[in-house]
């Protein structure tokens, strides 16, 4: 094997133990920002083909974790912007897929997270979910801690008038 396919060899593999160790949580994540399993899993598979074009950057950065959110967050609110992404292809809708096993309680939270505006979203789910700090998710968002810490907020406040006005039992 020649040096260079060694070296390709070896970036491969890095790539794939990376993604490996992080992909249940970037599923989950995509899940909670769009809510819908499938339309999370398209959109993250996009984010995988483009982190390994450029992997020989990505695995440069000090936060590769923090790049890989950046872009999913990124091409989660591209999508929404992009006309197409509303056109139904098919007369019937496919079944979609729910996370198996969910307490009730997190089900109602999952559908209360969905009435939340995407933005507020977003920052609910990268502090809350994520564990990221103000600073973190500005810099995930590319807006201030300011902005992060009122729409954090207005989503919690959000949240919270959706999940009085649900029903007990769901």
């Given at each position: 094997m020649t040096t260079s396919g060694?070296?390709?060899a070896e970036a491969d593999a890095e790539y794939t133990d990376f993604v490996r160790g992080r992909m249940r949580q970037w599923r989950r994540t995509a899940y909670l920002m769009c809510g819908d399993w499938d339309r999370g899993d398209d959109i993250l598979q996009r984010v995988?083909?483009?982190?390994y074009r450029n992997w020989a950057r990505a695995r440069q950065a000090e936060h590769a974790d923090a790049l890989v959110r950046t872009m999913l967050l990124r091409r989660l609110l591209d999508e929404r912007r992009l006309r197409w992404s509303r056109v139904m292809l098919s007369a019937a809708l496919p079944e979609?897929?729910?996370?198996?096993?969910?307490?009730?309680e997190r089900l109602t939270l999952i559908t209360a997270?969905?009435?939340v505006p995407p933005r507020?979203?977003?920052v609910?789910?990268?502090r809350y979910f994520q564990d990221l700090s103000v600073e973190d998710t500005a810099r995930a968002l590319g807006c201030s801690a300011g902005t992060v810490k009122s729409q954090a907020a207005k989503?919690?406040?959000t949240l919270r008038?959706?999940?009085?006005?649900?029903p007990v039992g769901r």
């Open positions: 060694r070296r390709r995988l083909t483009e982190l979609r897929r729910t996370e198996p096993a969910d307490p009730t997270l969905r009435k507020q979203r977003a609910l789910v990268l989503g919690l406040a008038a959706v999940l009085d006005t649900a």
